[in-house]
């Protein structure tokens, strides 16, 4: 068992909480479950004054993660574009240059989404299989 942070709403308002879940595999399956039960007992007693539960989703901090920019050079580079620092995410392994100040815009890591020999990014996981296979050779 381990908890879960979800998106639920009813025909009221919208809340977050946390759910018990099998693993993260069984989540949306055990989520769903969880409140058929709820809606069963609520109607049972409140008729049509029930107020039913509805999933929305399962939230960002369980499931998608940030890039964690780490920056890896020990001196700022220069090319024509101006000076840099290059910063690695080690989850997904994708560099990227940051010129000025600051890190890197935060936004969703995907590891599977990744070819590290080549640095790219996908729109998804199959297109990021298909490119490995094909340009890689790797299965
Ligand atoms: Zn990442
Ligand atoms: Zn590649």
């Known amino acids: 068992m381990q908890l879960i942070r979800v998106k639920i709403k009813n025909n009221i308002n919208e809340w977050e909480e946390e759910l018990p879940v099998r693993s993260l595999a069984t989540a949306k399956e055990d989520i769903k479950n969880i409140i058929i039960k709820y809606n069963e007992k609520e109607k049972k007693r409140y008729g049509d004054e029930a107020r039913l539960r509805e999933f929305i989703q399962i939230l960002s901090n369980t499931k998608q993660k940030i890039h964690d920019w780490q ?59 298909k490119h490995k296979t094909k340009y890689h050779k790797i299965i």
């Not at 940051?98 to 640095?119: A, F, M, Q, T, W």
């Open 71 to 129: 920056k890896i050079n020990n001196f700022t580079q220069k090319d024509r574009n101006g000076y840099y620092d290059e910063y690695e995410c080690p989850s997904c392994h994708l560099k990227k240059k940051r010129y000025g100040l600051g890190k890197p815009s935060r936004e969703k890591c995907y590891p599977d989404r990744v070819c590290i020999i080549c640095n790219k990014q996908f729109a998804n996981k199959i297109n990021c299989e």
